[in-house]
């Protein structure tokens, strides 16, 4: 009878300890999700500092006269000098892409264009710096566009965010088995790619395109970092497809216009 009394005590008293384990998962497991962990920010390329292609774009037109109303004329088939912000030679998907519009685009020149040789701080006098940098890689690569007898230059750039989110499966982490094998990790990425197509000869700009797109993808914590750069390249590939599509888009509806 008295060993009857004891298993059923010790019976309860794994009952009380798996509940109040239950309790303390639980409790970490609602704060990690929804926890932000792992924020990053770069550009199309990984070697583009965040803000780059919008910050080349207005230097462009800082020392431009403002009384300019006349578009730029625009004829096909061109040649095109194309460069992407942190890449010695642009991505092949977009050379690719308007090698394959003969109709539009006679001749490609890819051109490097680096990253920023050092990254972004707050001081007095960064600003400036980094614009008269900026002026100075714009009129670089219009020279060797020019010098290529280019009559047009594309520059690509863009901003990649990306993220992680803890989800309740994230309490298993406690374990290395967890750790490695649960899905407690929510890996989220937001892509805006941009395009400015220039005058070679005035360094005016003609158009403008975009486009953005986002992925995401569960993984175990573990292997998340590596998760997240296979999912951030697969999301820069397909975002500089899709801003392909709609640069070419964009110069057969301005090229129409403007005959």
Known sequence: MRSTVLSINDRRARQATVAVMKLILLSIALPLSIALVGCETTGLSSREQGGQYATFVTALYQDQPS???????????????????????????????LEQEPQLISRISPLPFPGEKQPRYYSSGRNETSSEELKKQATGLRNLAREMGAEYLLITGGNIDSYETRNPAAALDLTIVGAAVVPGTRISSEGKGAAALLDVETGRVIFLVSSELNKSSLSPTFFSDSKRTKLNRELRDELIGKLSEEFLQRLQTSTATRR
């Open 67 to 97: 009384g300019w109303r006349q578009p730029v004329s625009l004829r096909v088939p061109a040649h095109i000098a194309v460069a992407q912000i942190g890449e010695v030679t642009p991505s092949r998907i977009l050379l690719e892409r």
